[in-house]
């Protein structure tokens, strides 16, 4: 990800927020279709999957954006 300028920090936000949830997307799915064959990588994956959610939720609390989704 690219150093924020102030110039126009919103835009850099959200163009590295699109580009993130790209890479995200893709590199998710091919774990994905790789534990689908791969049995044993499922529990990696699951465990990768919550982490992931976990501190999604953590940053949310954190700048007050959204509550605790299973308050």
Not at 21 to 38: G, I, K
Not at 46 to 54: F, S, Y
Request: aromatic share 2%; with cysteine; charged share 15%.
């Amino acid at each position: 990800m690219t150093t924020l300028t102030t110039a126009a920090l919103a835009t850099e936000v959200l163009e590295g927020t699109l580009l993130t949830l790209e890479q995200m997307t893709t590199r998710l799915t091919v774990l994905a279709l790789n534990a689908s064959r791969n049995q044993e990588q499922s529990p990696t994956v699951r465990i990768l999957l919550g982490d992931l959610l976990a501190d999604i939720q953590a940053c949310e609390e954190q700048l007050g954006t959204y509550a605790a989704m299973d308050a």
